[in-house]
């Protein structure tokens, strides 16, 4: 008998079937629409998420202290009450320091008014000799008051006085996740029996977010100090508010020593004239120079992993999507997402080698080298 061949014309796009993972295009536009979604989230949130992944990090950096006390045969529940007030030592630290400098800054402030009016007086002759129009330099001398000097001062103050009930919540959290850091090591045990990539990411988050949290702090302080020293040696006034806001700024990748530098050099300005100022802004690139730029990155090294555009792109993401909490946490979230979606998945192998700051050696496990080409093994 002869067979009898049916001819079917293959269908160009077929449609996948259940379980079969969707074709490149598809599943590009999935992850997109599914960012967007949490992004929208975030933003929605972030006056909840932005904190409370601040804590989460503190929670971590603070953990191997509880193991040292364990290990040194404390009792586990004394362990954890003593890494707990470690952790509200650090939070206190931090927003005391920054209520101390905006209360020292609302006060003096104002004192400058008749030089800065002085200032303004003598830019807008400059203005008017460079043909501005009369009209235009009053409305802009209007627009600018001796008591406008304070204002952001005033508004960064009454956020952190009205953010009262948010840091009830978080010392809450901070009780909880104190005491429940002991059990981690049994919780990532059972993950790495199912999912071990993302038992590897949490610990690798973990290292790396520690790690950032320190040498930052360090070196932050360092900063802090060093511009401190500068500052009495110029003779600028509000030097310890001005080695707060370094040492904050520290925090902020790219532009944080910029956000650092135009304060203390506005008061320079308007208390000794344009030589103080001068001398401000050289003490601060020097220092940024040689600590932050050349000094800093050499221990940092693997805990960042991320190249100088993604740090800055990620900065801009992550203020829009937290605010400005968002700057201070740019880092720890971008590692965050790196160590769990990136590091250690073959199909995002291509997003990490453009994420990281060293591409031959942040390769997944599964991928392989051979000659020219990347082959997935996995």
Do not use: C
Not at 69 to 83: E, I, K, Y
Not at 108 to 118: G, K
């Amino acid at each position: 008998m002869t067979k009898k061949i049916v001819d079917v014309q293959a269908d160009p796009d077929p449609m996948p079937v259940a379980g079969q993972r969707p074709g490149p295009p598809f599943f590009a536009v999935l992850v997109v629409a599914g960012a967007i979604v949490i992004g929208a989230g975030l933003q929605s949130a972030a006056s909840i998420v932005a904190p409370l992944f601040l804590v989460i990090t503190l929670v971590i950096t603070v953990a191997p202290l509880r193991h040292l006390l364990v290990a040194r045969r404390w009792p586990s529940w004394l362990a954890s009450a003593v890494t707990l007030l470690a952790i509200y030592l650090l939070i206190g630290l931090i927003l005391g320091s920054v209520v101390f400098a905006v209360v020292r800054l609302v006060d003096t402030l104002p004192q400058y008014a008749p030089a800065f009016q002085q200032i303004l007086a003598s830019a807008l002759g400059v203005a008017g000799q460079l043909g501005i129009g009369q009209r235009q330099i009053e409305q802009l001398a209007s627009s600018v008051q001796p008591s406008s000097l304070a204002g952001p001062a005033q508004a960064l103050l009454s956020g952190v006085s009205g953010g009262l009930s948010l840091l009830v919540l978080i010392v809450t959290v901070v009780i909880f996740l104190a005491f429940e850091s002991g059990t981690m090591s049994d919780r990532l045990a059972v993950i790495r029996g199912t999912r071990p990539h993302i038992a590897e990411g949490f610990v690798n988050f973990g290292q790396r977010v520690r790690k950032y949290w320190i040498v930052t702090t360090i070196f932050g302080l360092i900063v802090a100090v060093l511009d401190v020293i500068g500052l009495l040696i110029i003779g600028v006034p509000l030097y310890l508010t001005w080695g707060v806001l370094a040492f904050v700024t520290n925090y902020i990748p790219n532009i944080g020593f910029i956000l650092g530098v135009i304060p203390p050099a506005l008061i320079a300005l308007l208390d000794g004239g344009v030589g103080p100022a001068i001398a401000v802004v050289i003490v601060y690139t020097v220092i940024n120079i040689v600590v932050q730029t050349i000094i800093q990155p050499r221990f940092t090294g693997d805990a960042v992993g991320i190249s100088a555009a993604v740090a800055f792109l990620s900065l801009v993401v992550w203020a829009y999507l937290l605010g400005t909490l968002g700057a201070l946490l740019a880092i720890p979230a971008t590692l965050f997402v790196k160590s769990l979606l990136l590091d250690n998945s073959v199909p995002a192998s291509w997003v990490n080698a453009l994420v990281t700051s060293s591409p031959k050696k942040d390769r997944p496990a599964g991928v392989r080298r051979t000659g020219r080409s990347t082959v997935g093994t996995g």
